[in-house]
């Protein structure tokens, strides 16, 4: 059934009953919640008093919660073992915007949270009685993730486990996304456990793009029941490798408990789907933006913002909209007329000779861009003394005197072509001047006219690519040979 046949069943039937029951219900835990928690400073672990109260009541209480909610029958397959043996929990796949629950209550634990769960009022006595530790997006802040689990784990007076969703996001179930490693960098021992749907969960899949948090949840309360397993897999303990390497560590766990689910795994994450998105907003196919973004940001040093910026950049190139860059594409786009100049450029893009740039494919070539074309700031006063007028001022006669060092036969048109380009780039009016600073920005935010100008001025073959790097290696292996 269609999700909207879903949600129309349930407005007659379960959603109006479960709407009322749920915030009742919600009530009470909530009251049960902040009772224990008066006094208590955040990140304060709990007397005897009020763990029992957590342990025996509080539970209970969202038991009953998850019932109303529609987990009638919740199966347990394995055996947990102690915060001792295991510090850590993972679980996985996170689907439903009712996971939470399970950290707190079924199986419980002191959840590994987006910080801004903390600011509510509702979620806050929840978040302070289950210990959680806060965790901020921003990509500044995820370096110290690893920081605050090894504080988590090693302070006084724990009692729970630590308890993470490594996927970091929402996922429609249909495969186990890629693990972020802030739960494997103390290199302590995990005990997976996995959420059993029985694939009942992808069409109310709580996805950035798909449904939102409200949405999702009634498309839950709309089905009579949802049957859930929760499965404790055995500890895994890592090796002396995993332990030096926590995303080794991540990826050898997601690549265990997706087998246990007999379900594919990926190394894509919510980056990838950010990327996939922008590229539909931008008239392109899905896949152009689906590149592991985890892999491509590590071996590239770009953040997510930078990635799409770069896509939004190909997409102008790639005036078809379709994926695949060709030479013919790039060169009108850039408006360059030497022709063994673009041809040099795609070729060390294309190291795969196959004639069509994926955005993969212009991202690492942008690596090998730089490194046959150094930045210089003399490069650019050479080309300014070529290109300016009187007055400071940049002419199509100027840019024909540029073209002329390395082409002979450069028409008027071709030159007014290209100065005309340069003007778009730059954003500048119709009839404004086109002047040294706009230059200067042209070439700061494009690389391809650095090398062009170069080119022009210094001949091709006055800085070659690395000769240690070839254009049959993989483009992870010429990045990683680049930051060597």
């Given amino acids: 059934m269609s999700r909207h046949g879903y949600l129309a069943k349930g407005c007659v039937t379960v959603l109006p009953v479960r709407i009322i029951l749920n915030i009742i219900v919600f009530f009470c835990v909530w009251v049960t919640m902040v009772l224990p928690m008066i006094g208590v400073k955040p990140r304060e672990h709990l007397g005897p008093i009020r763990r029992f109260l957590v342990t025996h009541v509080t539970r209970r209480m969202i038991r009953v919660q ?4 529609g987990f009638l ?12 043996e295991t510090p850590v929990n993972v679980m996985a796949p996170h689907c439903t915007p009712f996971d939470g629950f399970f950290t707190g209550g079924i199986v419980y634990g002191s959840p590994m949270i987006c910080s801004g769960v ?20 921003e990509a500044k802040a995820r370096v110290k993730i690893g920081e605050e689990v090894l504080k988590f784990l090693k302070s006084p007076g724990k009692q729970t486990h630590l308890m993470a969703f490594p996927e970091g996001t929402c996922s429609s179930g249909r495969s186990m996304i890629c693990f972020r490693r802030g739960a494997f960098a103390p290199g302590v021992a995990v005990q997976p456990i996995v959420l059993d749907y029985m694939k009942r969960p992808v069409l109310a899949a709580w996805t950035f793009d798909a449904l939102n948090l409200l949405l999702a949840a009634a498309m839950h309360l709309s089905r009579f029941y949802t049957p859930l397993t929760i499965r404790f897999l055995d500890p895994y303990h890592p090796s002396e490798a995993e332990k030096a390497d926590p995303t080794l560590y991540a990826n050898n766990v997601q690549a265990v408990m997706a087998r246990s689910l007999n379900m594919p795994h990926t190394q894509h994450s919510l980056d990838d789907g950010k990327l996939v998105y922008a590229a539909l907003r931008l008239g392109m196919p899905s896949d152009v933006g689906s590149i592991e973004t985890g892999v491509t940001k590590s071996a590239l040093g770009l953040n997510t913002d930078e990635l ?3 896509l939004v950049r190909y997409s102008k190139f790639n005036s078809a909209r379709n994926g695949d860059l060709t030479l013919q594409e790039m060169t009108s786009y850039l408006a360059w007329p030497i022709a063994n ?18 955005f993969r494919d212009f991202l690492f070539g942008l690596v090998d861009l730089s490194l046959a074309v150094p930045e210089s700031s003399r490069l650019q006063s050479d080309a300014l003394k070529l290109l300016q007028a009187d007055g400071g001022v940049i002419d199509a006669a100027g840019v024909k005197a540029l073209l002329s060092e390395a082409m002979s036969n450069v028409s008027d048109e071709e030159a007014e072509v290209l100065l005309s380009r340069w003007s778009s780039l730059c954003k500048l009016d119709a009839g404004s001047p086109f002047t040294a600073d706009a230059f200067t920005t042209l070439l700061s935010g494009s690389p391809e006219y650095t090398a062009l100008i170069h080119w022009t001025l210094r001949g091709l073959d006055s800085y070659p690519v690395n000769e240690e790097i070839t254009a ?13």
Avoid: N
């Fill in 66 to 69: 998850l019932f109303v909610c």
């Fill in 73 to 84: 029958w919740i199966r347990y397959e394995g055996k947990r073992q102690s915060h001792r």
């Fill in 118 to 137: 903390m600011d509510s009022i509702f979620t806050r006595p929840i978040m302070m009685l289950t210990e959680a530790i806060p965790i901020a997006r």
């Fill in 308 to 310: 799409t910026e770069q």
């Fill in 341 to 358: 100049h673009m041809e040099r450029m795609f070729g060390l893009y294309d190291t795969g000779h196959h004639q069509k740039l994926t």
């Fill in 472 to 484: 049959d290696d993989e483009p992870d292996k010429r990045v990683h040979t680049a930051k060597e």
